[in-house]
C-alpha cells in the first residue's frame, strides 16, 4: 500500500438546524455590530436546538459521506472521532455513532481529543494505518464533529458555532492526503475546560499568541529552506482552522511578515488562496474540530485532480500540524456541497430574544 492508494473517497458535512447573525448578538451584549463584523470578520452563528446534539450532529456527516461511498459497512475496519463535545469521560463518541449507524464487528473504535486538533489527529491516524498496510486493504470512516459554546457575555461568545465533517478514508477519488506533514506543539493553558465543567476557560490574548506561533513554525518546516512565496503559489487553496477569520488574517500576515514577503504579496496570497476557503466557516462559525475540514472541503469543491491544497491545523494546549492534499478524480464534482447549501437553506435563523431563550433551554438541560 503506497500514499497515492490513499485518502478522502468520500466527504459529507452537516450543520445544526439553528443559525443567529452576530449582529442579533451584538444587540443582545450592547456592542457595535461591526466589532464582530469586521473587528472578528464573524457572520452568523450556527446553534442547537435542545434537542438536538453532538450525536446527531456526528452521525449525520458519517451518514452522508457514507452514502457518497462506494463499499459497504463490512468493508470499514476503523472508526474514529475526532471532538471536543465528548458525551462521556470513557465511552468514546465513536459508540454513539456506530450506535446510530449500525456499525459493530471487526472494527477499531475510537474517539480522539485535543482540542480542536483531535479530527485532524484522527484524520492522520487513519491515512498512516491504511498506508502501513496494518489495514488489510479496509477503509476508516473520520469524523471530526464539534458544537462550540462560550458562556454568556464571554468574549469568545460571538465566535459560537457548530459543525462535522466525515470522511471515507480510502482510495483517494476526492484527495490524497500527503505522507509528508509537519508538527509543533508546545504545553500551554490557552484554552482548556476542566473535567465537569460546561464552558471552557480562554485566556483570549494568549491563544492568538500560541496560534500565531504555532503557524509560523508550521510554515516555516513546510518550506524548509526553500523561498516560501514559490511554495504557496503551488497551492490552489490555503485552509487553517478557523476559530473566527480575523484570526486566519493575522497569522498569515505573520507567516508572511517572518518570510519576509513585501505587504503587497501578502495580501495578493491571502486574498486569493486564504479568505476564498472561509465562506462556509463564516456560516458555521467555530466548529472546532470540523473548522479546518469544513475549509477544506469548500476549497476542494471544481479542482482538477493533481491541484494542491495546504491544511494548517491548530488545537488549543496547544498542538499544530500543516498537512497538504493533492485533489483526484472526483474532486470536482463536489458532491458535499449540497449538503451545506440544503443545511444553510433548512435552518431557522434565532434573534437575539430567541437565543436568550435557547441558552436558558440548554442551561436546564446540562443540569
Ligand atoms: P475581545 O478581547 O473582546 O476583542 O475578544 P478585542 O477587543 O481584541 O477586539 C477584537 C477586534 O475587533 C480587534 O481587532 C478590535 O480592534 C476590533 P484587532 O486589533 O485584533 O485587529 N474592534 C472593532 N472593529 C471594528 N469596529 C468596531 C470594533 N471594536 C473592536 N467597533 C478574543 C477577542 C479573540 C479574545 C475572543 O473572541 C475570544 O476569547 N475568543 C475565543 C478564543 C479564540 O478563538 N482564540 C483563537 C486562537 S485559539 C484557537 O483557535 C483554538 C480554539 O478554536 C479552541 C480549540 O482549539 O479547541 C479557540
Not at 16 to 39: H, T
Not at 60 to 87: K, P
Not at 216 to 236: I, K, Q, Y
Not at 291 to 296: D, G, M, N
Amino acid at each position: 500500500m503506497t500514499s497515492t492508494e490513499t485518502g478522502i473517497a468520500s466527504i459529507g458535512l452537516h450543520l445544526p438546524p439553528l443559525a443567529m447573525p452576530v449582529e442579533e448578538l451584538a444587540s443582545l451584549r450592547g456592542v457595535d455590530p461591526d466589532k464582530y463584523l469586521v473587528g472578528l470578520g464573524c457572520s452568523e452563528i450556527s446553534l442547537c436546538p435542545p434537542e438536538f446534539g453532538i450525536v446527531d450532529l456526528a452521525s449525520e456527516a458519517a451518514r452522508r459521506a457514507l452514502s457518497r461511498w462506494d463499499g459497504d459497512l463490512e468493508d470499514l475496519g476503523m472508526i474514529a472521532v475526532g471532538t471536543e463535545t465528548a458525551v462521556d469521560m470513557s465511552r468514546p463518541l465513536s459508540a454513539f455513532v456506530a450506535e446510530e449507524l449500525g456499525l459493530a464487528g471487526p472494527i477499531r473504535s475510537y474517539e480522539v481529543k485535543h482540542a480542536c486538533y483531535g479530527g485532524t489527529l484522527a484524520l492522520r491516524q487513519a491515512c498512516e494505518w491504511r498506508m502501513s498496510g496494518a489495514a488489510r486493504d479496509k477503509a476508516a470512516l473520520v469524523v471530526a464533529a464539534d458544537i462550540a459554546l462560550y458562556e454568556q457575555g464571554d468574549p469568545g461568545e460571538p465566535t459560537q458555532g457548530a459543525g462535522a465533517v466525515a470522511f471515507v478514508v480510502d482510495r483517494p477519488e476526492i484527495a490524497t492526503v500527503g505522507i509528508d506533514s509537519h508538527a509543533w506543539s508546545e504545553p500551554a493553558f490557552d484554552f482548556y475546560r476542566p473535567v465537569g465543567e460546561s464552558y471552557p476557560r480562554v485566556d483570549g490574548k494568549l491563544s492568538l499568541e500560541c496560534y500565531k506561533k504555532a503557524a509560523v513554525e508550521c510554515f516555516n518546516a513546510l518550506a524548509e529552506g526553500r523561498d516560501p512565496a514559490e511554495v504557496m503559489e503551488r497551492f490552489s487553496a490555503i485552509c487553517f482552522h478557523v476559530p473566527f477569520p480575523k484570526m486566519v488574517r493575522k497569522a498569515f500576515h505573520l507567516v508572511g511578515e517572518v518570510a519576509g514577503w513585501s505587504a503587497e504579496k501578502i495580501q495578493q496570497l491571502y486574498s486569493e488562496k486564504v479568505e476564498p476557503s472561509m465562506l462556509w466557516n463564516r456560516l458555521s462559525g467555530n466548529s472546532y474540530t470540523a473548522s479546518l475540514w469544513i475549509a477544506v472541503a469548500q476549497a476542494l469543491q471544481g479542482l482538477k485532480a493533481g491541484e494542491q491544497v495546504a491544511a494548517f491545523s491548530y488545537g488549543s494546549g496547544f498542538g499544530s500540524e500543516i498537512l497538504s492534499l493533492e485533489a483526484g478524480p472526483r474532486a470536482r464534482e463536489a458532491a458535499w456541497s449540497q449538503d451545506i447549501e440544503r443545511d444553510v437553506a433548512r435552518r431557522t435563523r434565532v434573534d437575539a430574544s430567541g437565543y436568550d431563550l435557547l441558552r436558558g433551554a440548554v442551561r436546564s438541560a446540562a443540569a
